[in-house]
């Protein structure tokens, strides 16, 4: 089923997010719903607060990237994850968010990170990603922890787009995807 995305401005999106068990019994049906729901409306990357549920869940899918990376390719569910470092030089690269349609904006994120997470069988897991798959997987935990990626730009950035972002919090917004925005419930 695709699901409606929370939108820019919904408070959903500024809470953190709570732990889950991977053996609830709807948590494979949500999952599948996550996947589905990225896919539909072209997303790399679905984390669960963004579609009004508030556990610590996300999907990643970074074919989009291969090609242009030698790293791309990676697709996983991460349950409970924990980021455990981040290291390496900074580097900048556009970003967009499905719950923030329309804009893009450079951001810096480091080039490595090491995150424990329950894959979608229960098994812990500890993993050491880079690049882009690192980038995408610190932009659906950014989720979690209810930040977003226009968090991290810099105060002349955000005042640049202070308007959109406005815009899309008062649902004066185009897009070819169902969103849920702050006035609804």
Not at 46 to 61: G, M, S, Y
Not at 151 to 156: E, G, V, W, Y
Request: proline share 4%; hydrophobic share 40%; net charge neutral.
């Amino acid at each position: 089923m695709i699901l409606p995305i929370v939108a820019y401005g919904h408070p959903d999106l500024r809470k953190k997010s709570s732990e889950v068990s991977w053996n609830e019994p709807w948590l494979k049906t949500f999952i599948n719903d996550l996947w589905e729901t990225m896919y539909a409306i072209d997303g790399v990357g679905l984390a669960a607060p963004q579609v009004h549920k508030n556990i610590r869940v996300f999907v990643i899918d970074t074919s989009y990237f291969v090609g242009k990376y030698p790293e791309a390719g990676y697709r996983g569910i991460f349950i409970n994850p924990f980021l455990i470092e981040t290291w390496g030089e900074e580097w900048y690269h556009s970003e967009g968010c499905l719950s923030i349609p329309g804009i893009y904006e450079d951001v810096a994120r480091k080039k490595f990170i090491r995150i424990r997470f329950q894959n979608e069988s229960g098994e812990t897991k500890e993993e050491i990603f880079e690049g882009i798959v690192a980038r995408v997987i610190l932009h659906e935990y950014d989720h979690l922890e209810g930040i977003l990626f226009t968090d991290r730009l810099t105060p002349l950035r955000k005042l640049l787009i202070k308007n959109k972002l406005n815009d899309i919090a008062k649902g004066k917004v185009n897009v070819s995807y169902k969103m849920i925005f702050a006035t609804q419930k």
